[in-house]
C-alpha cells in the first residue's frame, strides 16, 4: 500500500487532519523534519481527534533520515507539485509508492523534487488559487492511488 509522507509541514491541523485519514485507511504517515510544530502539538492533537492510536506514525529527524529508510524499504517517490509532469488522475500509481507533499508555504524542496522518480500535479480552473490545502491535496492523491490498486473495497 503507498505510503504518505510529509516534508516540513508547519501547520499542526493540516497534519493531524491528514493523520486522520492515514488511520481511516490504514496508511503509514512518514513525517520529515524539520517540522513547524511540536508533535504534542494540542492543535495537532485535536485535528486527529482520538483516532492517534491508529495513526501508523513514522519520524524522521530530516531528509538524511528519510531516505536512508526510503533506501532500505524501495518504491518510487511520486512527489506532488502545482509544477509536477504528469496530471495525477493519469499517472499509473504502484503499491509501493511514497506519495510526497511540502510544506503549506513552500511545498517540496527543489532537492526533493529533483530526487523524485516522478512528479505529479492535481489541477485546478482557476489559476489565481495557488494550490490546493495540504489536508486536501494529501487525501485527493492518497484516494487516487488507492482506487487505482483496488483499496476502495
Known sequence: MPRLVLVSPQIPPNTGNI??????TGTELHLVGPLGFELSDRYLKRAGL???PWVNLHYHIDLKAFETV???LGGRLIGFSVSGRFNYIHY????DDWLLFGSETEGLPPAVLEACDATVYIPMEQPKVRSLN???SAAVGLFEARR???YLG
Open 70 to 72: 526510503h533506501r532500505q
Open 92 to 95: 499509473q500509481f504502484q503499491d
Open 19 to 24: 493523520a486522520r485519514t492515514c488511520a481511516a
Open 50 to 52: 482520538d483516532y492517534w
Open 148 to 150: 487505482q490498486l483496488g
Open 134 to 136: 495540504l489536508s486536501v
